[in-house]
């Protein structure tokens, strides 16, 4: 991402959090409510998503994925409920950086940060289906651990 | 005031842009009736037909949550009425929680499922509305009384279905109470609300299961006898493969001094094993006169999630067991809701156990006089007094390869108020202790999100967001202090917890005391010990280094 793009959205990232946060919480708050540790935890993710952007920064931006995306795989989205996120992340950064070459970029590392987060949601999803069926497998093998005497 | 609290500015917001209860959608409505949802994921399946006829319980059938028709049995408003009616005579913490309740609003995000789902009905205030709504309508001198407080409701199959769905999202654990000026205790309305859903054949199958199984065999699996000496048997084997000592467990044993009685997740579960080894080795340390029952083989009490009455009749087989055996007092292991059933109500229940003496320690001499009335000893405590006594030898070293925090479950903390022996036992053990944060730990510690007899597999997404408080102090603690193992002291905590961090903290392994314990130990003719009871290396130990005493 340039330099100069980089910048804006450090200079103006309380604002852009604050406006992204908002839009969030309006579609997600009956499931996760700021506020309180899941919200606070989901609010982390997503500054370190936006400090990722701003700094540049691969890994910070992926563990801010990783925060959200494992959040909004528990709760019951659609994996297109759960990013529109990023959706409204776009809209945000569209209105408070400058246009041109600049906007192209942002949306470019924008339809990425989803792809990412797409495959994580997922990810965590079956993550979720491989606990339940690993729970069972263990059970299973400990009832006949006994028998081996 | 709570950090969790939303901000003035936040509620002001959520309050004109959000749809939702006090607004929008639902502005003729009111809050109860919000839509419910059954879907995958958020509820337990109902017991099998089978099952319930086994133990002789109400309408056995087959159904799902699912089902718009839950094939509720003829007159099931009166069986409900009928069972509340009777509890709320019998008990008299019921009637008070239920009109004492002032809506302050202190309980209200103190609930991990609250915190971890967002939907209010999980706010200990109106999970306890849920069903005082109906007692105020249909109780009409309540409801006089009552009157100028919000509404009431009738009793129908949707108020029932949301009593199951929201009864079943309360973990018992009491973390509410705590923060009430009154006290009120919405697991005791909880645990009265799951005993009159039950009558009507409401319930779940990996309650009802275990239930069954242990009237039959005596605990939760079903094992037989034979097959249970068999699975101790083969921890024995593993004790000797790692350490060269051979312990010797004895079975239904006459006479002897002590009965020991344990979870059975501890005999069969993955890594509860670890616990019994480290029991074994303990016992075997202090040359313990102990045995273990073949019919007491189950500490665990799944009655306490069912009803009053089961919980009696599957807890009676502690004191029979005693008597028959002709011991002089009880040890029990670790274990979360055991513990709650023995100390609240063991000796009123099942007692008085005037045939057993007040438990002393063999080893120490100690009188354990807070177990005068019960006759059983908490594990921690026994072995808490040996290490102070100096009669272990111990190497902390041992567990080097271990940072170690302490998750307090909430039926020992809060059910007995046991917090500082664990803590004890833990740091004569290991070198890397770290705590969590004060509000997640002790009285406010936080559930699991899978206790009171909800670990069920398909019900993983609810546990997950339940848990999410717990895991998420875990993972602070894990950022700060590199902590990479969370001890605790319960069988159902050692089986909930795994997965919990491996989904939200992954690098977290479980543990449970007496494991360390048994790593720890340094026992007499042991062969050189390079591996923990996991078969894992041990930090400083391996072989060719000769660095320890
Ligand atoms: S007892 Fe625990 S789970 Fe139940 S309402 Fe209170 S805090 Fe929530
Ligand atoms: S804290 Fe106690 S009195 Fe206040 S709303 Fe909760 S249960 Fe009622």
Known sequence: MSTTLEKAIRERREEIVSLWRGKV??????????????GDAFVEGMAMILDGFASGDGSLRREGVTTVARILAVHPFRPSHALSMFVDLKTVLLETVPGGEEGAECVRRIDETTLEAFDSFMEHRETIYRLKVEESQKRMHMQLRGKRS | M??????????????????????????KSEWWETPLEFREGNFCFPAKPE???????????????????????DGWQKTVMDGMKERLKKYRSL??????????????????????????????????????????NDFPLVEKILKGFSGSRKLTPEVLKEWHMYFYQCTECRRCSVFCPLGIDTAEITIMVREILQLVGLNNNWTLAPVANCNRTGNHLGIEPHTFVQNIESLVDDIEDLTGVTVNPTFNRKGAEILFITPSGDVFGDPGVYTMMGYLLLFHHIGLDYTISTYASEGGNFGLFTSNDMMKKLNAKMYHEARRLGVKWILGGECGHMWRVVHQYMNTMNGPADFLEEPV??????????????????????????????????DPRRNDHLRTTFHDSCNVARGM???????????KVCNSFHEMAENTIREQTFCCGSGSGINAEEYMEMRMKGGFPRADAVRRVKEKHKVDSLVTICAIDRATLPPLMRYWTPGVSVYGLHELVGNALVMEGEKKRTEDLREEPMAGFEDGDDDEE
């Open chain 1, 25 to 38: 919480f309006d579609r997600l708050s009956d499931k996760i409510s700021p506020g309180t540790p899941i």
């Open chain 2, 2 to 27: 709570s950090k969790y609290l939303p901000k003035q500015s936040e509620l002001v917001k959520e309050f004109e842009e959000k749809p939702g209860v006090l607004k929008g959608d639902y502005a």
């Open chain 2, 51 to 73: 099952v319930l006829e086994e133990l002789g319980f109400p309408n056995p059938r087959k159904w799902a949550p699912t089902d718009d028709d839950w094939k509720l049995p």
């Open chain 2, 95 to 136: 009637k008070l929680y239920l009109d004492s309740c002032m809506r302050c609003g202190a309980c209200a995000d103190k609930c991990h499922y609250f915190l971890g789902t967002g939907d209010p009905k999980n706010m200990p205030v109106l999970r306890a509305e849920l069903v005082r709504s109906v007692y105020r």
């Open chain 2, 361 to 394: 320690s063999p080893v120490t001499g100690t009188k354990f006089t807070n177990a005068k009335a019960t006759k059983m000893v908490h594990i921690a405590e026994f072995t808490a007094d040996l290490i102070h006594n100096q009669k272990l030898r111990l």
């Open chain 2, 417 to 427: 108020g046991m917090f500082e022996e664990p803590r004890y036992v833990l740091n």
